[in-house]
């Protein structure tokens, strides 16, 4: 595997393959990374001839009381796990290389409205952040495809419309969430949680496992779904966030005929934010 640190020489090392006609797969991440990245380079292996995988610790989709400073940076482990897999390139720019001297009047990309909810509620900007650091690899790598992890669906569906709207030749694939035996969903923010957190965590899943089973069984009282699972995650150790009940395409509030569930949660324990969901087809009647 490759290590490159500029635009210009990941752009002459990929030329070749480009003039080859090979089919080129792209993997964002911000590194330190679990089963769930390296799920994600397996998929771009299986859809593409050559992977380049990303890793750059974003500062624009971090808030300013956020992890940004403390977020785990472990370039040599990623490199090693990377390279056993078979990724051809690992892109790991620095913010200058990025961003210039000043990352603050970088221009922004921003998908409207869907930023603007649930996470982006409590992490205002953080969305501007990922569709302008996404759409800028996008244009560096110029990938046919590009897979993401689909624990954070919102980010999925937003990466989706903005590829859609600015006409990316990209094909964009969602990689299933990987867990825990506990059903906790992998995450790189799961580092900070002590053993006695992480069993309060895993309630996360289960509660939302829950919620989706009443409504296979019928339940359409979506409004005190939502109530009864905040209360339940409401415990010493988890402070909840949102819970919300969406249409897995538009995420807005699922009504009586919908059929396409997502189901999104977000809530803190300890001092960790960590998100999940789960998503289900019923069978329209």
Do not use: W
């Not at 090693?80 to 913010?95: N, R, S």
């Not at 969305?127 to 495809?145: A, C, E, H, R």
């Not at 949680?193 to 895993?202: C, D, F, K, M, R």
């Amino acid at each position: 595997m490759q290590t490159v640190t500029t635009i210009n020489e990941l752009r002459q090392y990929l030329l070749p393959h480009r003039q080859a006609q090979q089919k080129i797969g792209l993997v964002p991440t911000m590194g330190n990374l679990h089963q769930g990245h390296l799920n994600l380079v397996s998929a771009a292996l299986d859809h593409s001839d050559i992977v380049v995988t990303s890793i750059f610790v974003n500062p624009l989709q971090f808030g300013p009381n956020e992890d940004l400073a403390s977020y785990p940076r472990t370039l040599d482990r990623d490199t090693e796990q990377l390279t056993k897999l078979g990724c051809h390139y690992l892109f790991a720019p620095g913010e200058t290389e990025l961003y210039g001297t000043n990352s603050s009047t970088q221009t922004l990309v921003q998908v409207p409205e869907l930023s603007r909810l649930y996470c982006g509620v409590s992490r205002p900007g953080h969305f501007d952040g990922v569709t302008t650091v996404v759409s800028k690899l996008f244009n560096i790598v110029q990938p046919d495809i590009a897979c993401f992890g689909l624990k954070d669906y919102q980010q999925f569906i937003i990466i989706e419309s903005m590829v859609n709207d600015l006409a990316f030749p990209i094909e964009l694939i969602g990689v299933e969430i990987a867990r825990e035996e506990s059903g906790l969903a992998m995450s790189s923010r799961n580092n900070y949680l002590s053993p006695q957190e992480t069993e309060i965590a895993a309630n996360l899943n289960r509660v939302l496992e829950s919620i989706a089973a009443q409504i296979q069984q019928g339940a359409r009282q979506f409004g005190p779904l939502q109530n009864q699972a905040i209360a339940e995650l409401d415990s010493p150790g988890m402070q909840p966030d949102y819970f919300v009940i969406c249409d897995a395409h538009s995420l807005l509030p699922a009504v009586d005929c919908t059929t396409h569930f997502a189901i999104l949660a977000a809530a803190t324990v300890g001092s960790t934010r960590l998100i999940d969901n789960v998503r289900f087809q019923l069978d329209s009647q």
